[in-house]
C-alpha cells in the first residue's frame, strides 16, 4: 500500500507549513507529513519553505535574520485566508510535541540549498532524538553533502535524496549515498526509471502528485509514498474509493529509450 505524505501539510486547504494544514493532514487520513525547516537567527528550527518570510507572512526578510521571538511577532496564516488570520510559524519541536500524540510519519526537508545553515543537520538530529522520534523520521534535502553529514552522525537515519532533473541510471547514484530511498519529482519518472529503482530495491516517494489519475499510476506502479497537497483525493485513490483512469508519467523523457532497461 502506497503511504499518502501532506506535502506542507494539507497545503490545498490550510497556510502551508502550519499546524492548521498538519491537522488537516491528519484529519484526511494522511500517513504522514512533508515540512521544511529553517533555521532562525538564533539557530532555532522552524517549518517555512522559503528562505525570506515574504510570501507566506506578512513580514520581510530572511528567516536567519529573525529571532524566533522575532518570527512569532509575524501573521503565516492570513495571506492564505482571513479565516487563518492569526497562524504563526511553527518551530519544528511544536510540531515534534504533537505529532507524538498521533501515529504520523514525519519527512523533514532540509533548506540549505541556498542558505548554508551551518550545523543544522545535528541541530535538527538532536531534537528529533531528544523527543524520541528517530523511528518516524525521514531526512530529506536537495542538498545531498547535507544528508551524507546526517549518515555521518547517525548511521541509522533514513535519508531521501531530492532530485528534478533527468539523471541517468539514478539508482546507482542512490546508493552511492548509502541509502535505499529517493524523493523525485514526478515528472523525471518513467516506467523504465520505475523498474530501475524496484530492480535495486529502492523506496520511491514521488513529490508533489495532485492529480488523480497520475496518484492511480503511481499506485499501480507500488511506489512507497505519494507526497501531496490534497491528502483526501490522494487517499481515495489510494484506496480504491475514487475510481480513475491511470494517466501514464514519462512522457517528457521522449529520450529514454524504455526498452534498453527491459
Ligand atoms: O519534499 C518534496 C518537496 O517538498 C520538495 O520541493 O520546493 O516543495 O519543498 P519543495
Ligand atoms: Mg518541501
Redesign the pocket.
Known amino acids: 500500500m502506497t503511504y499518502i505524505f501532506a ?2 501539510g494539507a497545503s490545498k486547504y490550510a497556510p502551508e507549513n502550519t499546524m492548521s494544514a498538519f491537522k488537516k493532514a491528519l484529519e484526511m487520513k494522511a500517513d504522514g507529513i ?1 515540512l ?1 525547516v529553517q533555521l532562525t537567527k538564533d539557530k532555532i528550527p522552524v517549518i517555512i ?1 522559503d528562505e525570506t518570510v515574504k510570501r507566506t507572512t506578512d513580514g520581510k526578510g530572511f528567516v536567519s535574520e529573525f529571532t524566533y521571538n522575532q518570527l512569532q511577532n509575524l501573521d503565516a496564516g492570513k495571506w492564505f485566508s482571513k479565516q487563518f488570520s492569526g497562524e504563526r510559524i511553527p518551530t519544528l519541536e511544536e510540531f515534534l510535541i504533537w505529532m507524538k500524540q498521533t501515529k504520523l510519519l514525519l ?1 523533514i ?1 532540509l ?1 540549505n540549498t541556498i542558505m548554508p545553515y551551518y550545523g543544522m543537520e545535528r541541530i535538527v538530529y538532536e531534537l528529533v532524538d531528544r523527543h524520541k522520534l528517530k523511528d518516524r523520521v525521514i531526512y ?1 534535502s ?1 542538498n545531498h553533502y547535507s544528508l551524507q553529514e546526517l549518515k555521518q552522525i547517525d548511521q541509522k537515519v533514513e535519508i531521501a535524496p ?1 532530485y528534478s532533473s533527468g539523471l541517468y541510471e539514478p539508482w546507482n547514484y542512490v546508493k552511492s549515498l548509502s541509502t535505499d530511498c529517493v ?1 523525485p519529482h514526478w515528472r523525471t519518472l518513467h516506467p523504465a526509471i520505475l523498474k530501475g529503482f524496484r530492480d535495486h530495491d529502492i523506496k520511491v516517494r514521488v ?2 502528485v495532485n492529480d488523480p489519475k497520475k496518484v492511480k499510476w503511481l499506485c499501480d506502479q507500488k511506489v512507497e509514498a505519494i ?1 501531496t497537497d490534497v491528502p483526501d483525493t490522494t487517499r481515495a485513490v489510494a484506496d480504491g474509493s475514487l475510481l480513475v483512469k491511470p494517466t501514464v508519467i514519462g512522457n517528457v523523457f521522449h529520450k529514454i529509450n524504455p526498452k534498453s532497461y527491459f
Open positions: 506535502h506542507r512533508e521544511d519553505h519527512n526537508e533548506k530529506s536537495f531530492l524523493h513529490y508533489t507526497i
